[in-house]
């Protein structure tokens, strides 16, 4: 067994282990049931990954991830208020299920939680840990922000959109590896190594998941392909699409990217098309490589060599699909 | 000058001085909206009073009492949106100005933007001030969920009520007062006695706060009488009547509190009159006294007599208006 899944399985018993069934239920029943929707576990087990790597317990790490992955399903939580989405793995979303006053508080006891979890880690840890995590904590919030925001403003450009998803989503996953690191002793060059592998990573990890939204093998991704198409996401792909077209394509674009298009299979199709022609998704891979590349140089410098660098380059191939 | 004015005017020196103007100014502004709401600053100020009368350095404390504040104030942004609140403070509510969406995150951000000033604190106390801390949000949170229970539970009794308004504002002055202490360097006892102290003054302020809806002098109070009648809000006087009011009178509770009355003012009228039959004004003021003196009695133990009582006792007359 590869050291990710032995610390996946180590990290889901603890959290199976954990009683979050407090009073009020109102406030604790949606807890319980967003932590037991799943997924990847990643950002806890890129913790625990990065501690063991640098030469740590583990298991010194382990409330700090229980902290992160409730931070993480707490963004979640609250993201799909705010972003309206009825659905989350399959699941109603806690707003939908129970009501928004419940969503938006019951989220707020996730984000004390997780704060909770982290608190128990060795005092002498704690102040650099959570100056990581809190600076993190606000950055994902500046990207939510700017994500709402792209969406009624007609001037966002492809340098916008990348600074966007380095605060959603890349920093966290760069912050998630840097505190499993300062947990595992790693030198001061070390933890900002692995911060930007982590970074670059998240980067590259984003915008493969743009690509695969419109190209994405359908039974394999888990969803159903063009569903940022149809929302009119302004993504790496249709922003780079409006870059590149002439006037004729334009006009398409514009034509097609409008609300409440009366034929969404027509319409994926049509900006496929023009994709295809201008070569977006090529130019997509390219920036996808580039990002893996940042990161993989980052993963060169990381000095130290206790253990194996090649469970840091599988959660690489893990995230990243291609092999660049 | 007293001590409290003087803490007073030193933090809302440091809280002008601080910046949080940074981008997505959607996310920061309604922050720096709220901040300058103003409000009586009251938990920060009692967290450098207590570290101040254990004869620490109040201003060690400065960054762990902005935390207090921003948390608080991120408490009553949520709140205001489950509470469908427009107006606090005389100014439109953030939800009402901007939006939910941009309420909710604002909110989150001002979350973390708590723990990156407490996470300033001197290293050695960072991990006991987390505790109280994290225990209190979650704590001020069930209070929340209880209250908005409350409003369609019908089977709500005093001894709930008295365990929510411990958990939504008791708890809070509490831990202000006690991590204070902490930093001031108190004993343990100490500690626990203060934050018993605040506690139970917390039960009598909230208690008053509910007495004052219904008899405050408008002009004094800052608001007009009868908002908790209106709003069928099930507060110490209403359960009390309730408990205490034989059939004629109950049938007169249940007729005017309806949502929708068509005359509020002939509905406060009623209430009013059958709580001054019952005496629920006067057993609300015995349980304000059993509070305060409970206080005063944890005020008593407090062990450390390096500084002057009187300010913590000129803290409880502040909260509290008559002299029990």
């Avoid at 959290?15 to 069934?21: C, D, K, P, V």
Wanted: hydrophobic share 35%.
């Amino acid at each position: 067994m590869q050291k990710f899944e032995q610390l996946l399985n180590d990290f889901r018993e603890f959290l199976n282990n954990e009683n979050l069934n407090f009073e009020p239920k109102e406030l604790y029943e949606p807890i319980s049931y967003t932590l037991a929707l799943g997924g990847k576990r990643l950002r806890p087990v890129m913790a625990l990954l990065s501690c063991d790597y640098f030469g740590g317990d583990y298991n010194e790490a382990m409330n700090t991830a229980m902290g992160i992955e409730i931070f993480h399903n707490f963004t979640l939580l609250h993201d799909d208020i705010m972003d309206d989405a009825p659905i989350r793995r399959g699941k109603d979303t806690v707003y939908k299920k129970w009501n928004s006053n419940i969503a938006i508080l019951s989220g707020d006891t996730m984000f004390a939680l997780a704060y909770k979890y982290i608190t128990k880690t060795k005092a002498e840890y704690l102040q650099p840990i959570l100056e990581v995590f809190n600076q993190t904590a606000i950055e994902v919030c500046e990207g939510q922000q700017f994500d709402m925001n792209f969406e009624t403003d007609d001037n966002v450009c492809i340098e916008d959109y990348m600074m966007m998803i380095r605060l959603k989503t890349a920093v966290f996953l760069g912050a998630s590896l840097k505190i499993g690191a300062i947990i595992g002793g790693a030198s001061q060059n070390d933890v900002e190594n692995i911060y930007h592998f982590g970074e670059y990573l998240g980067m590259a990890f984003q915008l493969q998941d743009d690509f695969l939204d419109v190209y994405g093998d359908e039974e394999k991704f888990g969803k159903k392909t063009g569903g940022d198409i149809i929302t009119n996401k302004k993504t790496y792909l249709y922003l780079k699409a409006f870059e590149l077209a002439g006037e004729e394509d334009l006009a398409i674009l514009k034509k097609h990217f409008v609300p409440n298009h009366p034929d969404s299979n027509q319409k994926i199709q049509k900006i496929k098309d023009i994709y295809l022609k201008l070569g977006v998704d090529k130019y997509s891979e390219i920036e996808i490589k580039n990002y893996y590349q940042k990161a993989m140089s980052y993963l060169d410098k990381i000095e130290h060599s206790g253990n194996n660098k090649a469970e840091l380059k599988s959660l690489a191939n893990r995230l990243i699909k291609r092999d660049y």
